[in-house]
């Protein structure tokens, strides 16, 4: 592919890139196409498609029973295997989404690649980190391709868009009030001004309780006001969410499993954990929900009755970090290792902690270990 062949000096080449003409435009997508890797495949990343489909959209699901509707957006999506990923999990969740709002978005600035995710055909080499019952089940081979079913095509749609010079919340798009958005590995290509502006249009572009996931460290050093952390085993994810919001949550959550927490542990917080199975089943459900206060309180009845308890040692660490007290959630991630120091996933967690904290070079010795 070559650039504009008229142009002998690199300053006239910018010069024309300045301009807006037809020619301009049209090479702008060839520079485009040249200057983004576009390296994608289904399923990339199995830790944050896990918690998208364990986590945060059974979690909005229930949110949005009422209203029957979920929005997401793959921002920056390539050549479409990232949306597709996303509508393939919501057909497995949802199996009557048809009868239902769903709305899936892909968008991207280089029209080439949305030109091919549009046509929905795919080689071999997209696969390569896919389960070979899923590729057989939503694709047709055709000669040495794999043609996406139909019906996973139809549901999502995909535009150009330029993250940087576009205004998001954009209605006329239907891009706005997202219950997930994927944007990841985007970032690393703006510099961080770049990337505070586009973080505030997402923020903005997010509804009440949604979702936000980025590559890993894309976001290091950025202003997270109106987000706040989550943390779970296999990675993490920013949600919108207000701190006047979070508290009435917790309220509701804590009046609503009120009736459910008896029998698993006395009103007095220093009695003994009837039933411990119940005790960290319900713990779970608290930290998963946001609730981590009410999480913490039953898990420290946990460990004071079983002080090797892993599972509640590491839970534990799981409440503190999402609830910003990182020294805290280490301490319990290191009780965890003591306990069980072939464990992988309190050492995941110290890495994410070191991240949080801008402390990189502790985060890989982390997770060397």
Known sequence: MRLYRNVGTPEEYLQLLKNDTADTRAEWQQFITILATGETHFFRDKGQFSIIRNYLLPEIMERRKASRSLRLWSAGCSTGEEAYSLAIIVSELIPDYHNQDVRIMGTDINKQAIEKAERGIYSPWSFRAVDPGVQNRYFSRINNEWELDEKIRRMVTF??????????????????????????????YFDSDKTSSVLDKMKNTLREGGYLITGHTELHAQNLHGLRTRVFPESVAYQK??????????????????????????????SEIR?????????????????????????????????RHFDAHYLMAQGYANRGEYEKAADCCKKAIGIDATAA?????????????GDDDEAENVLKK
């Open 345 to 357: 996933n309190p050492y995941f967690l110290l890495a994410h902690i070191a991240e949080a904290q």
């Open 159 to 188: 535009r150009t868009g330029n993250l940087i010079e576009d205004v998001y919340p954009d209605y006329e798009s239907d891009i706005h009030d997202m219950d997930i958005i994927l944007c990841r590995n985007v970032f690393i």
């Open 275 to 307: 039933n411990p199975n119940l005790a960290m089943e319900e713990a779970q459900r608290f930290v998963y929900n946001g609730a981590y206060d009410l999480a913490i309180g039953i898990l420290e009845q946990v460990v004071r009755d079983s002080p």
């Open 241 to 270: 969410s207000s701190p006047v919001i979070s508290q009435v949550e917790e309220k509701q959550e804590a009046v609503e499993n009120n009736s459910s927490s008896k029998g698993i542990h006395e009103k007095n917080p220093k």
